[in-house]
């Protein structure tokens, strides 16, 4: 059973940079049928999708958050994460980490991280 | 980016009866190579992470019951759950994986009345 866990700070400070990790367990994350997400919602709104990386390292991200993201993968690691720079209060949102497979989309999600923006 | 669009906001629906979920896509999710629609339906609870149900439109994650079904191809697409039970109240999305960016719908909330 493949289980995620998302790990980081759950307060920054606008400006500031959001660095958050996810470690993945039970399975491994080299395997080209699978990639792996980013996932935020704010508090009590939908899903908005941040991005995902394979395990070649290609991206794909949202383009209105594209300037300020970056995912990245350590396989040998079994981790991946997420880095979101120049973080204003419309940030702050629960986020989580998903494995995705392309005939299924995200099939395993973490618990969520809350993460708020505020001085 | 493909919009996706659902309906209603809000349901509200007796225990036992059916309730019947709206989602639109704003260009088709349907893989012509393999004739299949890269449409996911989640269900979300307070406080959980959401939850796959259904994907390729109308495929039933293992252990979903049976009273779930997804129909619809292309751009139009329906979650239909047969004789509500407590336990469904949440939360529904639907989600193209077709192309990037992937996005969501901006949700159903399921209630009982």
């Known amino acids: 059973q493949v289980q995620l866990q998302e790990s980081g700070p759950g307060l920054v400070k606008p400006s500031q940079t959001l660095s958050l990790t996810c470690s993945v367990s039970?399975?491994?994350?080299?395997?080209?049928?699978?990639?792996w997400s980013w996932v935020r919602q704010p508090a009590g709104k939908g899903l908005e999708w941040i991005g995902r990386?394979?395990?070649?390292?290609?991206?794909n991200y949202n383009p209105s958050l594209k300037s300020r993201v970056t995912i990245s993968v350590a396989t040998s690691k079994n981790l991946f994460s997420l880095t979101l720079t120049s973080v204003t209060a419309a940030d702050t949102a629960m986020y989580y980490c998903?494995?995705?497979?392309?005939?299924?989309?995200?099939?395993?999600w973490g618990q969520g991280t809350l993460v708020t923006v505020s001085s | 980016d493909i919009v996706m669009t659902q309906s209603p906001d809000s349901l509200a629906v007796s225990l036992g009866e059916g309730a019947t979920i709206s989602c639109k896509s704003s260009?088709?999710?349907?893989?012509?190579?393999?004739?299949?629609?890269?449409l996911a339906w989640y269900q979300q609870k307070p406080g959980q992470p959401p939850k796959l149900l259904i994907h390729?439109?109308?495929t039933r994650e293992s252990g979903v019951p049976d009273r779930f079904s997804g129909s619809g191809s292309g751009t139009d697409f329906t979650l239909t759950i047969s004789s509500l039970q407590a336990e469904d109240v949440a939360i529904y999305y639907c989600?193209?994986?077709?192309?990037?960016?992937?996005?969501f719908g901006q949700g159903t909330k399921l209630e009982i009345k």
């Open positions: 998903a494995r995705g497979r392309a005939v299924t989309g995200a099939d395993y």
């Open positions: 039970g399975g491994s994350m080299t395997s080209t049928l699978y990639y």
């Open positions: 990386v394979y395990p070649s390292g290609s991206t």
């Open positions: 260009e088709t999710v349907l893989y012509t190579a393999d004739n299949k629609d890269y």
């Open positions: 390729w439109a109308s």
């Open positions: 989600h193209q994986y077709f192309s990037a960016p992937l996005t």
